[in-house]
């Protein structure tokens, strides 16, 4: 069912730089997507944001979903990401000329397109008993479920050469502590210890955003009181460390000397050559370090950002997008419909869109396997999935994620404003997004 990957499938991955700041930051730009088949009966219209893994990982389910429905053809549309992708979707919701199908954001970007009024719920799907947890509840409105996941998760962590940690002996770290006695060991052996690319102003954030498996394991109830207003990044010592760990850091003189300039493909290129031992990033960078570097791609793993406590160590997860079903979607259009969100929630509607772009993270689906020719990361990141050793990412558990946080993230990492500075400048900064949000508890 599942065929490996080619050389020439693998150069359709480039989600690159687009693909990995997507997650942190609203940047892409769209064209129109292909035909999925040549069903003679039911046509469906699948609107994708037009990064390329998506469009390929779409293009192959729906070429899959119309093999096994003769009758039923899918066309696939492309249209913009970020801030213009967002509009794209509210005004078709709103104007009622929302294609048939289409790809949204879960989480607080789900809940900001009125799912209530605007989708058809999927609650009583049988398929949805196979969701994983945190991906049903960030398709949940009002006690109902209205989205099929498409793509893998996806995780802030640390990605790491594990050449050079078999080189100078060292082993994964589950201290904080322990990390920075692997980095005096990297620093020593004449390497970089922690790999920065402020050039992509977005990769400063990982230390911060990436930590929050730790600072919810520490503070069960953090999402719920900094969404109220009541818990601040500067006055929680959990919340506090991802900001002190960027300082240190720093201080330390740890980080590559091209960090302030480097970019993206520049990291990933130092780690896979094993130049840096680590390298805080989003996993579906994955995807370009198997472009930039396919040999070195081999030689990197990946593990949570070290938190206190080892017996809580876990990855922070962000949660795949969704596939929805407008409420204008009807009659036999609408059947149709149902039928292509329960295929891209099976292993066969997995295994279609890891044959248009592979896999750099689990799937949200029960039952659904990763090909055998993904990278070692990818695996490892699996690993912590199996184990149940992670937690959803903040911003699938409050809507408040404060514009400039790349911004004061530099700056710490930079030497140019303390960690406890820089963690009030962004309580300041989410103040004034949780204000324009119309938030209660805020002043």
């Not at 990982?57 to 039923?72: G, I, K, M, R």
């Not at 080189?167 to 990297?186: C, H, K, Q, S, Y």
């Not at 969404?227 to 006055?235: D, P, Q």
């Not at 002190?244 to 290129?269: I, S, V």
Request: aromatic share 8%.
């Amino acid at each position: 069912m599942r065929k490996h990957t080619s050389p020439r499938r693998q150069v359709r991955l480039l989600a690159l730089v687009a693909g990995a700041a997507l997650a942190l930051t609203a940047c892409s730009a769209g064209s129109l997507g292909s035909s999925g088949g040549d069903g003679d009966g039911v046509s469906l219209t699948f609107l994708v944001d037009s990064n390329e893994s998506n469009l390929a990982a779409a293009e192959s389910a729906a070429a899959a979903f119309t093999a096994l429905h003769p009758d039923l053809t899918v066309e696939v549309e492309g249209r913009p990401g970020g801030s213009e992708g967002d509009n794209i979707v509210k005004t078709r919701l709103a104007t009622g000329d929302m294609p048939d199908v289409f790809l949204y954001n879960s989480g607080s970007l789900f809940q900001a397109i009125g799912p209530v009024q605007n989708l058809v719920p999927v609650s009583d799907q049988p398929w949805v008993a196979d969701l994983e947890t945190n991906f049903k509840d960030v398709v949940t409105a009002e006690g109902q479920v209205y989205g099929a996941p498409f793509g893998p998760q996806m995780t802030g962590a640390v990605l790491y050469n594990k050449r050079v940690y078999a080189d100078l002996g060292l082993e994964i770290p589950r201290t904080w502590e322990a990390f920075m006695a692997n980095n005096a060991a990297v620093a020593a052996a004449g390497l970089t210890p922690v790999i920065q690319t402020y050039g992509d102003t977005y990769t400063s954030q990982l230390f911060v955003l990436g930590d929050f498996h730790n600072v919810s394991s520490a503070e069960p109830d953090f999402a719920q009181r900094y969404t109220a207003g009541e818990a601040k990044y500067a006055t929680s010592p959990a919340a506090l460390e991802g900001w002190q760990h960027l300082q240190e850091l720093h201080d330390a003189g740890y980080y590559n000397e091209d960090f302030p300039t480097a970019k993206l493909e520049d990291g990933l290129r130092q780690l896979g050559a094993g130049e840096g031992a680590h390298y805080p990033m989003l996993s579906n960078a994955l995807a370009v370090l198997a472009l930039t570097s396919p040999e070195g791609a081999q030689d990197v793993g990946i593990f949570p950002i070290p938190g206190d406590d080892p017996a809580t160590n876990g990855l922070t997860v962000w949660s795949p997008s969704g596939v929805y079903v407008p409420k204008t979607t009807e009659g036999a259009q609408l059947d149709a419909a149902r039928q292509f969100q329960a295929f891209l929630a099976s292993p066969e509607g997995c295994a279609a869109q890891a044959e248009g772009a592979t896999p750099t993270g689990p799937y949200a689906v029960n039952g659904c396997e990763l090909p055998d020719d993904v990278l070692p990361a990818t695996h490892d990141f699996q690993s912590y999935i199996d184990a149940g050793a992670f937690s959803p990412a903040l911003e699938f558990l409050s809507p408040i994620k404060g514009p400039a946080l790349e911004q004061i993230t530099v700056e710490v990492g930079s030497g140019i404003r303390p960690a406890a500075d820089g963690a009030a400048l962004y309580d300041e900064d989410v103040r004034k997004q949780a204000l324009q949000l119309g938030l209660e508890g805020w002043e």
